[in-house]
């Protein structure tokens, strides 16, 4: 269980494009993707973690999460090892089991309407 979320902040006008890209970026998870493009969200992802632990806050969060949500606590080289082992067959094994578009919902907060074409996007 859980959940994968996508913020985004568009003009108005571009919400479909929007829309559109976060789909379609989607439905390119279920493919493997290029060693460099994994190093590169890997390398991001272990220094966004590295730069979060020096704010007291951030690791008073990071660590009452884990306790509250996790079996156990983890330790943040521990989780730099968990990225460091992420292949690329992984991602599509993964995106392949649990992102299923009869699951995908949409919010949209804004002055847009046209729901119904918006929903009919939700598809791979």
């Known amino acids: 269980t859980g ?3 996508v913020y985004c902040g568009v003009e108005p006008h571009k919400t479909n494009d929007a829309v559109k890209t976060i789909v379609q ?5 279920h ?9 590169k969200a890997r390398e991001y992802s272990k220094g966004t973690l590295l730069l979060r632990m020096e704010d007291t806050r951030a690791v008073a969060s990071w660590l009452g999460a884990q ?13 730099v090892g968990l990225l460091d082992a992420v292949e690329p067959s992984d991602i599509a094994r993964v995106a392949n089991t649990y992102l299923d578009d009869g699951k995908m919902r949409l919010a949209v ?3 847009r ?9 939700l598809r791979f």
């Not at 309407?113 to 996007?121: F, P, R």
């Open 67 to 79: 306790e509250l949500l996790q079996e156990n606590v983890r330790t943040p080289d521990e989780v």
């Open 31 to 39: 493919e493997a993707p290029s060693e460099q493009e994994l190093n």
């Open 25 to 29: 970026e989607f439905q390119g998870m």
């Open 113 to 121: 309407g046209g729901a119904k074409a918006l929903t009919g996007m």
């Open 109 to 111: 907060v804004g002055p």
């Open 3 to 5: 959940a994968l979320v």
